[in-house]
């Protein structure tokens, strides 16, 4: 009973952990405008309280994983949501614009010490097989759940308590994981017998490397792609992750074995996370677009209007071990991703003077295709993976998802720009002008979630033999 109540625990305080984070990536959307006029950011520097989180996040999260593995995954998880709540404090307390930006980078810094610490802990903590694929469910689950929520909630608080409240709302919740994660998690550090190795040289060049392709990729929409002041950061980002790569053929303990590459699944994975952000990652910035610019829903209302993806979505987390079991992973996949395309394309009929009705089919089919694929790729990112590279490989995971929702949005906003003419603003649109630029985004996810069909078929398809022992019951 004691083990069945502490695996109840992991999985509850894993779950509030992902949730925690999805909620925090849309709440803060919410509260922008309100952000901007109590502090006095301008348009242009309003950008840097989103920016700030991503580029930090996605630097870090290598490092994080690496952490995770040497000095165990549990410590990393505690200290990571102590930095987030933290930092969610001092936002929250925040008068100035310097010292708001700082919180939300501290945020990206706890942020990428805790994801891949939180996978890994799922990794090890439950049996690979149906044990491993139900608890994950349940963590994808509450991903979506966290950027409905975070729509609904940073409405409510804005409007009610003030913008400080969207930040001070992680605080308990990182209280009481902090206080509960040494009865309901497992230590999982791997044992080394001589002494314990950083590889400091390819920690420092990569970290670089991806803020600045990061910065490059958040400021070349807003500055321009082909300027020197986002060109030359990306180059001297890509001349770091050459160096990089040198480093990891010449060191002995490499940050990222290169071994690791010849995992077929962890490869598959990681395309498949990239472009998950691509697609369904970014359906619901252009969906709020719609709500909120086309209908005029408060954002109170465009929250309760995602609820019936959130609702899909557990149904389908509910369905994935089934689906595993009899499809393997590459079908199981494949089949999220066909329905996110049915999904963005029954999208592509919204109307100027549409409602609400309209959203909901295409919304309904999208979320149980993304409960689908989500839960599977990271399910698929965690097979026949040893345990002492389980943090590194869930950083490598979550940094193509990091870079893939950049570069998807990048081009999906090359798109709508090329239909709309150069140098004009989505927010700027009358509503019949934005809403065919929205149909446009939504015929380039579909085109996006239809790739990740083919790379579900052409390299995360694996021989029955070889997939058997994943698919085992408990």
Known sequence: MKTGTNKSLAILLLAVSQLILALDFTIIYVALPSIGHALGFSPSSLQWVVSAYALVFGGFLLIGGRLSDLLGRRKMFMTAISIFGAASLVGGFATSQLLLIIARGLQGLGGALLFPATLSLLMSNFEEGAERNRAMGIWAAMGGVGMSLGLLLGGVLTSYLGWSSTFF????????????????????????????HFDRAGSLSITASMILIVYYLVQAPVEGWLTAGTLLPAAFGLLLLLAFIVIESKTRRPLIPFRLFRIRTLVGSMLTVAIFSASFGTLYYFLTLYLQQVLHFSAVQSGLAFLPLTLSAFFGARLVNRMVTSLGMAGTIASGMGLGVLGFLLLTQLSEHGSVWGVIPGTVIAGVGQALVFTTMFIAAGTGIEPKDQ?????????????????????????????????TSL???????????????LYAQAAFAGLGILVAGSILRQRKAAAAPVLKAE
């Open 391 to 423: 943090g590194v490989t869930s950083a490598m995971v979550s940094t193509g998802q990091q870079i893939g929702g950049s570069i998807g949005l990048a081009v999906i906003m090359a798109v709508v720009t090329a239909a709309m003419g150069p140098g």
């Open 169 to 196: 709302v992680n605080v308990p919740i990182a209280l009481a994981v902090v206080l509960l994660a040494p009865v309901g998690l497992k230590e999982s550090a791997v044992p080394s017998s001589g002494k314990r």
């Open 427 to 441: 927010e700027s649109q009358r509503p019949g002008d934005l809403t065919h630029a929205i149909r446009m985004a």
